[in-house]
C-alpha cells in the first residue's frame, strides 16, 4: 500500500465543490481499512489571479493504485464538477484536485511529484503540516511542521468551521 496525499480546491459554489470533491475521492478509495482522512478547511485567497477567495484542504488515503491512474481519476472527478482544463493555470476554479505526494517518490513522470507549491502556497503547506506533521518531504528532508514553522510568505490564510456530509471511511482532523 502507499500512502497518496491530494490538494483540494475551489473558488466556485465552494463548499457544494468541496464537498463533492472529498466524496469522490471517498467513494473510489476508501474502505474501512483504508479511510480517507483530511485536514480541516482553510479560506484563501486567489494566488496568481485576481479572484474569489478558495476553500482549500489536504487528504490523504492509502492505496494499491499506480500514480497515472489516480492522476487520471483526479481529473475525471474535476471534468465531472465543471473544472475547464482549458482556462489558464491562475483562474477561477468549481473544483482542482491535485496530487501532491505519492509516498516518498520523487518523479516528473506521469506528474511532477512532490507538487512544487507545497514549499510555496500556504494553503497547501499548513494543511498538510496539520495532517502529516511528521512527515517528511521527500526532497528537502525536513518535516511538514518544521516547513510550516519556517514558513515565511505572505498568503493570507484562516481555518474556517466546515462539515462535511457523513462519510463512513472519513477520519477528520480536529485541531482547535
Same mark, same amino acid.
Given at each position: 500500500?502507499?500512502?497518496v496525499?491530494?490538494?483540494i480546491?475551489?473558488n466556485?459554489?465552494?463548499?457544494h465543490?468541496?464537498r463533492?470533491g472529498?466524496?469522490?475521492?471517498h467513494d473510489?478509495?476508501?474502505?474501512?481499512?483504508t479511510?480517507?482522512?483530511?485536514?480541516?478547511?482553510?479560506?484563501?485567497?486567489?494566488?496568481?489571479f485576481?479572484?474569489?477567495?478558495?476553500y482549500?484542504?489536504?487528504?490523504?488515503v492509502?492505496t494499491?493504485?499506480?500514480i497515472?491512474n489516480?492522476a487520471a481519476y483526479?481529473?475525471?472527478?474535476?471534468?465531472?464538477?465543471g473544472?475547464?482544463s482549458?482556462k489558464?493555470?491562475?483562474? *477561477?476554479?468549481t473544483?482542482d484536485? &491535485?496530487?501532491l505526494? $505519492?509516498?516518498d517518490?520523487? /518523479?516528473?513522470n506521469?506528474?511532477q511529484?512532490?507538487?512544487a507549491e507545497?514549499?510555496?502556497n500556504?494553503f497547501?503547506l499548513?494543511?498538510?503540516a496539520?495532517?502529516?506533521?511528521?512527515?517528511?518531504?521527500?526532497?528537502?528532508g525536513k518535516t511538514?511542521?518544521?516547513?510550516?514553522?519556517?514558513?515565511t510568505?505572505?498568503?493570507?490564510?484562516? *481555518?474556517i468551521?466546515?462539515?462535511? &456530509?457523513?462519510?463512513p $471511511?472519513l477520519v477528520?482532523t /480536529?485541531?482547535?
Amino acid at each position: 500500500m502507499s500512502k497518496v496525499w491530494f490538494g483540494i480546491g475551489s473558488n466556485r459554489d465552494r463548499a457544494h465543490y468541496i464537498r463533492a470533491g472529498v466524496t469522490a475521492l471517498h467513494d473510489q478509495f476508501a474502505s474501512a481499512q483504508t479511510p480517507l482522512h483530511i485536514s480541516r478547511v482553510f479560506e484563501s485567497e486567489a494566488v496568481g489571479f485576481v479572484g474569489s477567495a478558495f476553500y482549500n484542504l489536504v487528504a490523504w488515503v492509502e492505496t494499491t493504485e499506480p500514480i497515472a491512474n489516480i492522476a487520471a481519476y483526479c481529473k475525471a472527478i474535476e471534468r465531472a464538477h465543471g473544472h475547464d482544463s482549458t482556462k489558464p493555470r491562475f483562474s *477561477p476554479r468549481t473544483l482542482d484536485i &491535485d496530487i501532491l505526494l $505519492y509516498d516518498d517518490c520523487i /518523479s516528473s513522470n506521469p506528474i511532477q511529484l512532490p507538487r512544487a507549491e507545497i514549499l510555496t502556497n500556504a494553503f497547501v503547506l499548513w494543511p498538510l503540516a496539520e495532517l502529516s506533521p511528521t512527515v517528511r518531504h521527500p526532497v528537502v528532508g525536513k518535516t511538514y511542521a518544521e516547513l510550516w514553522q519556517a514558513y515565511t510568505g505572505q498568503q493570507q490564510l484562516v *481555518p474556517i468551521p466546515f462539515e462535511f &456530509d457523513s462519510l463512513p $471511511y472519513l477520519v477528520s482532523t /480536529s485541531i482547535a
